[in-house]
Protein backbone atom coordinates (compact mmCIF):
# COMPACT_ATOMS: atom_id res chain seq x y z
CA UNK A 1 0.00 0.00 0.00
CA UNK A 2 1.79 3.37 -1.12
CA UNK A 3 0.61 5.90 1.90
CA UNK A 4 -0.42 9.42 0.38
CA UNK A 5 0.06 12.64 2.19
CA UNK A 6 -3.05 15.09 1.73
CA UNK A 7 -3.19 18.54 2.08
CA UNK A 8 -5.61 20.21 3.77
CA UNK A 9 -7.31 21.08 0.29
CA UNK A 10 -7.29 17.49 -0.43
CA UNK A 11 -10.25 16.38 2.57
CA UNK A 12 -12.24 14.97 -0.11
CA UNK A 13 -9.97 12.69 -0.83
CA UNK A 14 -9.37 11.49 2.66
CA UNK A 15 -12.95 11.57 3.98
CA UNK A 16 -13.47 8.92 0.68
CA UNK A 17 -10.50 6.85 2.01
CA UNK A 18 -12.44 6.99 5.51
CA UNK A 19 -15.93 5.79 4.20
CA UNK A 20 -14.41 2.93 2.66
CA UNK A 21 -12.94 1.81 5.87
CA UNK A 22 -9.65 2.90 5.33
CA UNK A 23 -7.08 4.25 7.83
CA UNK A 24 -5.97 7.85 7.56
CA UNK A 25 -4.14 9.84 10.11
CA UNK A 26 -4.99 13.39 11.00
CA UNK A 27 -4.07 16.45 12.93
CA UNK A 28 -5.03 17.50 15.93
CA UNK A 29 -3.55 20.36 18.50
CA UNK A 30 -1.89 17.70 20.68
CA UNK A 31 -0.54 15.03 18.48
CA UNK A 32 -1.32 13.04 15.19
CA UNK A 33 -4.28 10.48 15.56
CA UNK A 34 -4.76 7.09 13.81
CA UNK A 35 -8.45 7.13 12.29
CA UNK A 36 -11.06 5.01 10.95
CA UNK A 37 -14.71 5.29 10.74
CA UNK A 38 -15.62 4.86 14.90
CA UNK A 39 -19.13 2.47 13.24
CA UNK A 40 -17.41 0.50 10.82
CA UNK A 41 -16.24 -2.30 12.97
CA UNK A 42 -13.73 -3.69 10.18
CA UNK A 43 -12.24 -0.42 9.86
CA UNK A 44 -11.75 -0.18 13.44
CA UNK A 45 -9.63 -3.91 13.99
CA UNK A 46 -7.19 -2.35 11.18
CA UNK A 47 -6.45 -0.08 13.56
CA UNK A 48 -4.75 -2.18 16.25
CA UNK A 49 -2.85 -4.11 14.11
CA UNK A 50 -1.30 -1.17 12.31
CA UNK A 51 -0.51 0.15 15.63
CA UNK A 52 0.15 -3.44 17.11
CA UNK A 53 -1.60 -2.53 19.80
CA UNK A 54 -3.40 -4.55 22.35
CA UNK A 55 -6.96 -5.52 21.67
CA UNK A 56 -8.02 -4.65 25.30
CA UNK A 57 -6.53 -0.72 25.14
CA UNK A 58 -9.90 0.86 23.84
CA UNK A 59 -9.71 4.26 21.55
CA UNK A 60 -11.06 7.58 21.67
CA UNK A 61 -13.70 8.30 20.03
CA UNK A 62 -13.32 11.77 18.14
CA UNK A 63 -15.98 14.17 17.00
CA UNK A 64 -16.84 17.74 15.28
CA UNK A 65 -19.43 19.01 17.64
CA UNK A 66 -20.36 17.85 21.44
CA UNK A 67 -24.08 16.52 20.17
CA UNK A 68 -22.62 13.80 18.36
CA UNK A 69 -21.65 11.94 21.64
CA UNK A 70 -25.22 11.49 22.05
CA UNK A 71 -24.92 8.71 19.28
CA UNK A 72 -23.19 6.79 21.50
CA UNK A 73 -22.94 8.06 24.65
CA UNK A 74 -24.98 9.10 27.97
CA UNK A 75 -24.01 12.86 28.47
CA UNK A 76 -24.64 14.08 31.85
CA UNK A 77 -24.23 17.80 32.74
CA UNK A 78 -21.09 17.74 33.93
CA UNK A 79 -19.83 16.30 30.88
CA UNK A 80 -21.84 19.01 29.19
CA UNK A 81 -20.29 21.75 30.96
CA UNK A 82 -17.13 20.45 30.53
CA UNK A 83 -17.52 20.17 26.93
CA UNK A 84 -18.69 23.78 26.69
CA UNK A 85 -15.40 25.35 28.35
CA UNK A 86 -12.82 23.38 26.52
CA UNK A 87 -13.87 21.84 23.33
CA UNK A 88 -12.87 21.87 20.96
CA UNK A 89 -9.74 21.31 22.91
CA UNK A 90 -7.39 18.72 24.82
CA UNK A 91 -9.65 17.53 27.18
CA UNK A 92 -10.76 13.65 26.63
CA UNK A 93 -14.20 12.74 28.80
CA UNK A 94 -14.94 9.12 29.70
CA UNK A 95 -18.81 8.68 29.72
CA UNK A 96 -21.23 5.26 29.89
CA UNK A 97 -21.45 3.93 26.65
CA UNK A 98 -24.96 3.28 25.36
CA UNK A 99 -25.78 -0.54 24.38
CA UNK A 100 -25.34 -2.00 20.66
CA UNK A 101 -24.11 1.58 18.86
CA UNK A 102 -20.48 0.98 19.12
CA UNK A 103 -18.19 -2.02 18.62
CA UNK A 104 -16.75 -3.63 21.65
CA UNK A 105 -13.87 -3.23 19.53
CA UNK A 106 -13.91 0.54 19.95
CA UNK A 107 -14.00 0.00 23.70
CA UNK A 108 -12.03 -2.63 24.19
CA UNK A 109 -15.16 -3.92 25.82
CA UNK A 110 -15.42 -2.03 28.67
CA UNK A 111 -18.76 -0.08 29.34
CA UNK A 112 -17.36 3.34 29.07
CA UNK A 113 -16.27 4.94 25.69
CA UNK A 114 -13.88 8.06 25.37
CA UNK A 115 -14.70 10.94 23.31
CA UNK A 116 -12.89 14.37 22.86
CA UNK A 117 -13.08 17.22 19.83
CA UNK A 118 -10.40 18.32 18.87
CA UNK A 119 -9.37 21.67 18.24
CA UNK A 120 -7.86 21.51 14.57
CA UNK A 121 -10.05 22.68 11.49
CA UNK A 122 -9.06 20.69 9.27
CA UNK A 123 -9.53 17.42 11.04
CA UNK A 124 -13.43 19.06 12.33
CA UNK A 125 -13.81 19.11 8.39
CA UNK A 126 -12.66 15.42 7.86
CA UNK A 127 -15.26 14.11 10.48
CA UNK A 128 -18.27 16.59 8.83
CA UNK A 129 -17.35 15.22 5.71
CA UNK A 130 -16.35 11.69 6.31
CA UNK A 131 -20.18 11.37 7.92
CA UNK A 132 -19.01 9.63 11.09
CA UNK A 133 -16.95 10.10 14.61
CA UNK A 134 -13.41 8.83 14.25
CA UNK A 135 -11.74 6.61 16.74
CA UNK A 136 -8.07 7.96 16.64
CA UNK A 137 -5.16 6.58 18.93
CA UNK A 138 -2.15 8.34 18.59
CA UNK A 139 -0.99 7.68 15.36
CA UNK A 140 2.23 6.05 15.95
CA UNK A 141 3.79 2.14 16.80
CA UNK A 142 2.62 0.90 19.94
CA UNK A 143 4.98 2.10 22.42
CA UNK A 144 6.87 4.77 20.40
CA UNK A 145 6.79 8.53 21.14
CA UNK A 146 3.67 9.89 19.90
CA UNK A 147 4.06 11.53 16.11
CA UNK A 148 3.74 15.27 16.54
CA UNK A 149 4.69 15.58 12.43
CA UNK A 150 2.99 14.17 9.73
CA UNK A 151 6.93 12.56 8.81
CA UNK A 152 6.59 11.18 12.46
CA UNK A 153 3.37 9.09 11.60
CA UNK A 154 4.65 8.53 7.61
CA UNK A 155 8.40 6.97 9.93
CA UNK A 156 6.01 4.60 11.39
CA UNK A 157 2.85 3.59 9.55
CA UNK A 158 3.91 3.95 5.67
CA UNK A 159 2.63 0.95 3.81
CA UNK A 160 0.06 0.16 6.48
CA UNK A 161 -2.27 3.20 6.17
CA UNK A 162 -3.96 5.07 3.38
CA UNK A 163 -2.84 8.32 3.53
CA UNK A 164 -2.09 11.16 6.54
CA UNK A 165 -3.80 14.74 6.70
CA UNK A 166 -0.74 16.85 6.94
CA UNK A 167 -1.31 20.17 8.92
CA UNK A 168 2.68 20.85 10.07
CA UNK A 169 3.73 20.45 13.92
CA UNK A 170 0.85 20.34 16.25
CA UNK A 171 0.81 23.10 18.63
CA UNK A 172 0.69 21.29 22.21
CA UNK A 173 2.64 18.17 21.66
CA UNK A 174 1.16 16.12 24.24
CA UNK A 175 -1.86 13.95 24.69
CA UNK A 176 -5.17 15.08 25.95
CA UNK A 177 -6.53 14.77 29.35
CA UNK A 178 -8.06 12.39 29.86
CA UNK A 179 -11.28 12.35 32.59
CA UNK A 180 -13.62 9.48 33.81
CA UNK A 181 -17.11 11.24 34.48
CA UNK A 182 -18.77 7.66 34.74
CA UNK A 183 -18.25 7.94 38.29
CA UNK A 184 -19.42 9.32 41.28
CA UNK A 185 -15.90 11.82 41.85
CA UNK A 186 -14.02 12.56 38.57
CA UNK A 187 -10.46 11.23 38.18
CA UNK A 188 -7.75 12.24 35.96
CA UNK A 189 -6.55 8.90 34.30
CA UNK A 190 -4.00 10.89 32.28
CA UNK A 191 -2.87 14.59 33.08
CA UNK A 192 -2.83 16.78 29.92
CA UNK A 193 -2.48 20.50 29.02
CA UNK A 194 -5.87 20.84 30.78
CA UNK A 195 -5.42 20.81 34.16
CA UNK A 196 -7.07 19.50 37.07
CA UNK A 197 -7.68 22.62 38.80
CA UNK A 198 -8.86 23.81 35.39
CA UNK A 199 -11.75 21.28 35.66
CA UNK A 200 -12.61 21.46 39.07
CA UNK A 201 -13.25 25.27 38.41
CA UNK A 202 -16.12 24.44 35.77
CA UNK A 203 -17.79 21.25 37.38
CA UNK A 204 -17.83 22.78 41.05
CA UNK A 205 -16.25 18.93 42.32
CA UNK A 206 -12.66 17.90 43.68
CA UNK A 207 -11.25 16.26 40.98
CA UNK A 208 -8.65 13.29 41.64
CA UNK A 209 -5.47 13.00 39.99
CA UNK A 210 -4.12 10.04 38.62
CA UNK A 211 -1.01 8.28 39.39
CA UNK A 212 -2.61 6.72 42.39
CA UNK A 213 -4.96 5.04 39.96
CA UNK A 214 -2.30 3.23 37.90
CA UNK A 215 -0.69 1.60 40.61
CA UNK A 216 1.45 -1.87 40.08
CA UNK A 217 -0.63 -4.05 41.23
CA UNK A 218 -4.06 -3.40 40.22
CA UNK A 219 -5.99 -3.07 37.42
CA UNK A 220 -5.58 0.19 35.80
CA UNK A 221 -8.39 2.50 35.03
CA UNK A 222 -7.26 3.78 32.01
CA UNK A 223 -5.83 0.31 30.11
CA UNK A 224 -3.19 2.36 28.37
CA UNK A 225 -0.83 3.80 31.40
CA UNK A 226 0.00 -0.26 31.94
CA UNK A 227 2.21 -1.09 28.80
CA UNK A 228 5.37 1.33 28.28
CA UNK A 229 4.99 4.22 26.75
CA UNK A 230 6.43 6.96 24.51
CA UNK A 231 9.54 5.15 25.16
CA UNK A 232 12.36 4.94 22.72
CA UNK A 233 15.18 2.46 21.88
CA UNK A 234 17.72 4.54 23.71
CA UNK A 235 18.62 4.71 27.41
CA UNK A 236 16.63 8.13 28.65
CA UNK A 237 17.32 9.66 31.72
CA UNK A 238 15.72 12.85 33.74
CA UNK A 239 18.31 15.61 34.79
CA UNK A 240 16.89 17.80 37.62
CA UNK A 241 18.04 21.25 37.20
CA UNK A 242 20.77 21.32 39.85
CA UNK A 243 22.22 18.47 38.68
CA UNK A 244 23.08 19.64 34.79
CA UNK A 245 26.66 20.86 35.69
CA UNK A 246 27.49 17.37 36.09
CA UNK A 247 25.27 15.93 33.76
CA UNK A 248 26.71 18.00 31.08
CA UNK A 249 30.41 17.10 32.55
CA UNK A 250 29.37 13.44 32.53
CA UNK A 251 28.18 13.80 29.00
CA UNK A 252 31.36 15.42 27.69
CA UNK A 253 33.45 12.73 28.86
CA UNK A 254 32.12 9.90 27.30
CA UNK A 255 33.17 8.43 23.98
CA UNK A 256 30.18 7.97 21.94
CA UNK A 257 27.90 11.65 21.55
CA UNK A 258 25.14 11.69 24.57
CA UNK A 259 21.72 13.31 23.77
CA UNK A 260 21.02 16.57 25.50
CA UNK A 261 17.44 17.92 25.73
CA UNK A 262 17.59 20.98 27.58
CA UNK A 263 15.79 24.67 27.64
CA UNK A 264 17.28 27.42 26.00
CA UNK A 265 18.75 29.23 29.13
CA UNK A 266 20.48 25.88 30.14
CA UNK A 267 22.24 25.59 26.35
CA UNK A 268 23.44 29.30 26.92
CA UNK A 269 24.50 28.58 30.53
CA UNK A 270 26.89 25.73 29.63
CA UNK A 271 27.57 27.40 25.89
CA UNK A 272 26.01 24.31 24.29
CA UNK A 273 24.39 26.78 21.30
CA UNK A 274 24.59 25.49 17.75
CA UNK A 275 26.02 21.85 19.07
CA UNK A 276 24.31 18.91 16.81
CA UNK A 277 23.88 16.87 20.31
CA UNK A 278 21.88 19.21 21.63
CA UNK A 279 18.14 19.42 21.60
CA UNK A 280 16.13 23.17 22.64
CA UNK A 281 13.38 22.55 24.66
CA UNK A 282 12.58 26.26 24.01
CA UNK A 283 12.22 28.61 26.86
CA UNK A 284 9.21 27.38 28.76
CA UNK A 285 7.03 24.30 30.07
CA UNK A 286 4.39 24.75 27.00
CA UNK A 287 8.03 24.94 24.34
CA UNK A 288 9.30 22.11 26.02
CA UNK A 289 5.85 19.89 25.86
CA UNK A 290 6.13 20.39 22.35
CA UNK A 291 9.37 20.06 21.26
CA UNK A 292 9.68 16.55 23.78
CA UNK A 293 8.66 13.85 21.51
CA UNK A 294 10.39 15.23 18.56
CA UNK A 295 13.65 15.13 20.49
CA UNK A 296 13.11 12.14 21.67
CA UNK A 297 12.41 10.66 18.08
CA UNK A 298 15.77 12.98 16.32
CA UNK A 299 17.80 11.19 19.05
CA UNK A 300 16.19 8.00 18.30
CA UNK A 301 17.17 7.35 14.35
CA UNK A 302 21.05 8.43 15.75
CA UNK A 303 22.82 5.54 15.41
CA UNK A 304 25.96 6.90 17.01
CA UNK A 305 23.29 8.05 20.48
CA UNK A 306 23.01 5.32 23.30
CA UNK A 307 21.92 8.10 25.56
CA UNK A 308 19.43 10.55 25.60
CA UNK A 309 19.01 13.10 29.06
CA UNK A 310 16.23 15.30 29.03
CA UNK A 311 15.28 18.25 31.25
CA UNK A 312 12.60 17.85 33.88
CA UNK A 313 10.34 21.06 34.28
CA UNK A 314 9.41 22.85 37.77
CA UNK A 315 6.47 20.73 39.49
CA UNK A 316 3.49 22.35 38.62
CA UNK A 317 -0.17 21.65 37.02
CA UNK A 318 0.92 23.34 34.14
CA UNK A 319 3.98 20.84 33.82
CA UNK A 320 2.45 18.04 35.08
CA UNK A 321 1.76 16.24 31.36
CA UNK A 322 5.60 17.19 30.55
CA UNK A 323 6.75 15.78 33.39
CA UNK A 324 4.63 12.14 33.42
CA UNK A 325 5.62 11.48 29.31
CA UNK A 326 9.38 11.96 30.59
CA UNK A 327 8.95 9.82 33.88
CA UNK A 328 7.50 7.23 31.31
CA UNK A 329 10.04 7.57 28.19
CA UNK A 330 12.95 7.53 31.14
CA UNK A 331 11.01 4.80 32.80
CA UNK A 332 11.29 6.67 35.82
CA UNK A 333 14.97 6.60 35.66
CA UNK A 334 17.08 10.32 36.91
CA UNK A 335 20.46 11.34 36.22
CA UNK A 336 22.26 11.35 40.26
CA UNK A 337 25.61 12.32 40.60
CA UNK A 338 26.12 9.16 42.87
CA UNK A 339 25.23 6.90 39.86
CA UNK A 340 27.01 8.71 37.22
CA UNK A 341 30.52 9.52 38.33
O1 LIG B 1 -4.51 13.77 22.48
C1 LIG B 1 -4.98 12.64 22.37
O2 LIG B 1 -5.78 12.16 23.21
C2 LIG B 1 -4.58 11.79 21.15
C3 LIG B 1 -5.12 12.51 19.91
C4 LIG B 1 -4.86 11.74 18.64
O3 LIG B 1 -6.50 12.78 20.07
N1 LIG B 1 -5.07 10.45 21.25
C5 LIG B 1 -4.54 9.54 22.12
O4 LIG B 1 -5.12 8.27 22.05
O5 LIG B 1 -3.64 9.81 22.88
P1 LIG B 1 -4.46 6.98 22.70
O6 LIG B 1 -5.31 5.86 22.22
O7 LIG B 1 -3.02 6.93 22.36
O8 LIG B 1 -4.67 7.15 24.24
C6 LIG B 1 -5.98 7.01 24.80
C7 LIG B 1 -5.90 6.69 26.27
C8 LIG B 1 -5.35 5.30 26.52
O9 LIG B 1 -4.51 5.35 27.68
C9 LIG B 1 -6.61 4.46 26.77
O10 LIG B 1 -6.36 3.35 27.59
C10 LIG B 1 -7.51 5.47 27.47
O11 LIG B 1 -7.23 6.71 26.82
N2 LIG B 1 -8.94 5.15 27.28
C11 LIG B 1 -9.66 5.13 26.14
N3 LIG B 1 -10.93 4.73 26.37
C12 LIG B 1 -11.03 4.52 27.70
C13 LIG B 1 -12.09 4.09 28.57
N4 LIG B 1 -13.31 3.81 28.10
N5 LIG B 1 -11.81 3.98 29.88
C14 LIG B 1 -10.58 4.27 30.36
N6 LIG B 1 -9.54 4.68 29.60
C15 LIG B 1 -9.77 4.79 28.29
MG1 LIG C 1 -1.00 6.64 22.42
Same mark, same amino acid.
Given at each position: ??? $???????????? $?????? $??????????????????????????????????? +???????? #???? !????? !?????????? #???????? #????????????????????????????????? *??????????????????? $???????????? &??? =?????????????? =?????????????? !?????????????????? #????????????? %?????????????????????????????????????? %??? =????? /??????????????????? /? +???????????????? &??????????????????? *????? +????????????? !?????
Amino acid at each position: MIT $KIWQSTEIPAAA $KALQQG $KLVAFPTETVYGLGADAFNENAVSKVYAAKGRPSD +NPLIVHVA #TPEQ !VQQYA !VVDQRAQKLM #TAFWPGPL #TIILPVKPNVLSPVVTGGMTTVASRMPDNQATL *NLITETGSPLVGPSANTSG $KPSPTTAQHVYH &DLH =GKIAGILDDGSTRI =GVESTVIDLSVAQP !VILRPGKITAEQIATVID #TVVDTSEQHVAAD %EAPKAPGMKYRHYAPDKAVYIVDYQDWTAAVIWAQGQL %EPV =GLMMP /DQLIEIHQLAGMDFVWSLG /D +NGDSAAAKLFAGLRHF &DDQKDIQTILVASMPDTPE *NAAYN +NRLGKAAGGHHFT !VEEFS
